[in-house]
């Protein structure tokens, strides 16, 4: 069973096209465990339409009082991961786009390594490729990219309370325990906005 975890906030401009990228790859009884903080827009309403009963919505309300948007993205993702109950975890952005064998090709790395992160391409808010792929440096663990085995995450949760980079922290958790191996091929489009809270370089 797949679990993908998906931290939002009023994302309604590309979570249709997210999720729509995702759902056409899993199983019936795999699941989209969808941690929402108080989205004011109309992100939860599109996310019931799809009526996929893959699609968990929980609601989540920051337990921290800080000015640092990193941290609260952090723990939004630590309540999916909290939710989720799936042999294989990936994680997943609100307005990005999975390719077509994204699940695959992942699981088949999943059946011989702990934990997995492949290459992405960069494409504009307007869904237009930017010519580049991501250039691996430092550090590789963007969320977006990764997906694991789920006998790790009582190693990797509870974050500290003031994490900021929860995908450096799960990676580099899991690759020091257990094994790692990178997937070049690019296996989705990452949005590259402003706006973002965190973006590739």
Not at 82 to 110: M, P, T
Request: glycine content about 4%; hydrophobic content about 40%; some cysteine.
């Amino acid at each position: 069973m797949i679990s993908v975890c998906i931290a939002t906030h009023n994302g309604e401009k590309y979570i249709k096209e997210q999720l729509d990228s995702i759902l056409c790859q899993l199983a019936p009884d795999d699941e989209v465990v969808i941690s929402d903080d108080g989205s004011s827009d109309r992100t939860l309403d599109i996310i019931s339409d799809y009526n996929d009963q893959r699609l968990k919505i929980y609601h989540f309300k920051q337990p921290l009082i800080t000015s640092h948007s990193h941290i609260y993205v952090a723990h939004n993702f630590e309540n999916a991961l909290v939710k989720a109950s799936g042999d294989y975890i990936f994680l997943c952005d609100q307005d990005d786009i999975w390719h077509s064998d994204k699940v695959k090709k992942c699981i088949e790395q999943l059946n011989q390594y702990d934990l997995v992160v492949h290459n992405f391409r960069l494409m504009d808010e307007f869904g237009v490729w930017l010519g580049k792929n991501l250039l691996v440096c430092g550090n590789i663990y963007y969320g977006c990219s990764i997906a694991f085995k789920r006998s790790f995450i009582d190693m990797v949760i509870p974050f500290p309370k003031y994490l900021l980079l929860h995908d450096y922290w799960i990676g580099a958790i899991i690759q020091m325990i257990g094994t790692m191996t990178y997937i070049d091929e690019p296996l989705m489009d990452y949005r590259y906005r402003e706006e973002s809270v965190s973006h590739a370089p």
